[in-house]
């Protein structure tokens, strides 16, 4: 989930991405389906609130590193934070994992 975030940050805040970002992403969310995802019982082992709660809790660290890598790292994480809407991020994150966990099932 870090690794999601941490490109989702960079993404909104610099307004741009790379394909590089885009496979990194592609691969966490392949890592996040295989980690919760139960075919053969039809569901999942964390919920959508439970997704949500995770992505909240991993928000901070995932700032941190991102404020190392967008710009070229000129900003604190407290001033790249200013630049990101947050629960934008948030919602984008949840977007992506809930959408591939049905794709997979």
């Excluded at 966490?28 to 039809?42: F, S, V």
Aim: glycine share 4%.
């Amino acid at each position: 989930m870090r690794i999601v975030l941490i490109h989702l940050i960079k993404q909104h805040a610099e307004q741009r991405s790379t394909r590089s970002w885009e496979v990194s992403v592609k691969e966490a969310l392949r890592q996040i389906t295989r980690t919760n995802i139960r075919c053969k019982a039809g569901s999942v082992y964390l919920t959508r609130e439970e997704l949500q709660a995770e992505l909240a809790d991993a928000y901070d660290l995932a700032l941190e590193r991102a404020a190392l890598e967008a710009f070229g790292g000129i900003y604190s994480a407290e001033e790249l934070a200013t630049r990101v809407a947050h629960e934008q991020v948030l919602e984008r994150a949840l977007s992506l994992i809930v959408g591939d966990t049905v794709e997979h099932c």
